[in-house]
């Protein structure tokens, strides 16, 4: 008999018989978006994805989540495959993420492996191989179908919504995408997990990089890209302190640089200079914009350009970042009244239209900080 909870669960679950292989990552929304597969008449299957393991060969976050995983998988009876992206995932996401570091920007590896890895690997190879119907995750979003179109809407849980992460889908993904638990809160979730009696029911979420897990970024860096000591310049030019390179440093931080003149008020990173090392600090009113660029924009439907490109739109460009109202016009994005916070190129910018998203870029420069 099916919970009050599950009942709101409405659009994804009625092709009862189809098969379905669900990214068992270890985490609850994973485990719960199982459950509710199999109650809902899928005959599903959990995949684990082995993208990640420690280079000294220690245990890592990943291989426990993975013993979960399996431990998940024989409570709700369903088979488990680990399949092994890793050397994919190093080529296509953390080879991304250094390189544009050492651009000097800020890549988003986690939009990249929902791309590459969860919705491109891991799909291509659970069609081919597992003859599925679909795949599913336990991101907090909707997939819609209109007029055989697939429209991507953001979580009904705003404190959870993931669709941010989502926006460089494509239709084919999307139309082969579930997202069992986009329909439901947190809270929800947690109750079903309880309700199901899973293991992993009382699992923090998890955050950090994805498939690496919660890592001090500049540490993680510091494997990879050489420590480079450089000054750091107050707006007006003169130097007030001194930082270990300016690739580790993104815009509006406020610290991890060395101030050795008192300056009386707190200071943010306001720009880079990557020739020189030089990084350029300033009050929190230097660090905010109301326009900026954007490149390699990718649209979800056929219409969601239109749209863009002729109204007002929702834009956001960090995960459950504010919503700023605006325009984009030939790829300049403008805010209305609000300052955009902390704008870095390598970001992604995701242009929303009521809970619909219609696409997204990545952040190229900013050109006016009036």
């Known amino acids: 008999m099916k919970s009050k909870i599950e009942t709101k669960i409405q659009v994804q679950?009625?092709?009862?018989?189809?098969?379905?292989?669900?990214?068992?990552?270890?985490?609850?929304?994973?485990?719960?978006?199982?459950?509710?597969?199999?109650?809902a008449g899928f005959d599903v299957i959990g995949v684990n994805m082995k993208c990640w393991s420690n280079p000294d060969g220690s245990e890592c976050e990943a291989d426990k989540d993975r013993k979960v995983a399996i431990q998940v998988a024989e409570h709700i009876g369903i088979p488990i495959k680990v399949w092994d992206f890793e050397k994919e995932y190093r080529e296509k996401v953390i080879e991304y993420f250094f390189e544009g570091i050492k651009k000097g920007r800020t890549?988003?590896?986690?939009?990249i492996c929902n791309k590459e890895i969860k919705f491109g690997m891991f799909l291509n190879k659970a069609v081919?191989?597992?003859?599925?119907?679909?795949?599913?995750?336990?991101?907090y979003a909707r997939v819609v179908e209109d007029n055989r179109e697939f429209k991507l809407f953001k979580g009904v849980d705003e404190t959870k919504d993931q669709s941010y992460f989502l926006y460089a889908l494509n239709q084919f993904q999307l139309s082969k995408t579930l997202f069992p638990v986009g329909h439901l809160t947190k809270k929800e979730v947690r109750e079903l997990a309880t309700e199901f009696d899973l293991s992993n029911k009382d699992k923090k979420d998890s955050v950090g990089i994805c498939f690496v897990g919660e890592v001090d970024i500049v540490e993680f860096l510091k494997k990879h890209i050489p420590e480079q000591t450089g000054d750091v310049?107050?707006?007006?030019?003169d130097v007030i302190g001194d930082h270990i390179?300016?690739?580790f440093y993104t815009i509006g931080q406020r610290h991890g640089f060395n101030i050795n003149k008192y300056q009386g008020r707190p200071l943010y990173v306001v720009n880079k200079n990557i020739e020189k090392n030089e990084?350029?600090?300033g009050d929190v009113s230097d660090v905010n914009t109301l326009q900026f660029k954007i490149e390699n924009m990718h649209y979800i439907f056929k219409g969601a350009e239109e749209i863009l490109e002729n109204s007002k739109v929702d834009i956001r460009i960090r995960h459950l970042g504010s919503l700023v109202s605006g325009t984009v016009v030939n790829k300049v994005v403008t805010s209305d009244k609000v300052k955009f916070q902390s704008v870095a190129s390598g970001q992604s910018a995701?242009?929303?239209?009521g809970d619909i998203v219609l696409g997204g870029g990545v952040i190229d420069a900013e050109i006016n900080s009036a």
Do not use: C, M, Q
């Not at 890549?107 to 939009?111: L, R």
């Not at 081919?128 to 991101?139: F, I, M, Q, S």
């Open 233 to 237: 310049k107050g707006i007006n030019g």
């Open 13 to 39: 679950l009625l092709n009862v018989g189809k098969k379905v292989a669900v990214g068992l990552s270890g985490g609850v929304d994973s485990a719960v978006s199982a459950v509710l597969l199999k109650r």
């Open 245 to 247: 390179g300016v690739k």
């Open 279 to 281: 990084l350029i600090v």
């Open 128 to 139: 081919k191989e597992l003859g599925v119907d679909y795949v599913a995750t336990g991101h």
């Open 107 to 111: 890549p988003n590896p986690d939009i």
């Open 350 to 353: 995701v242009f929303y239209k």
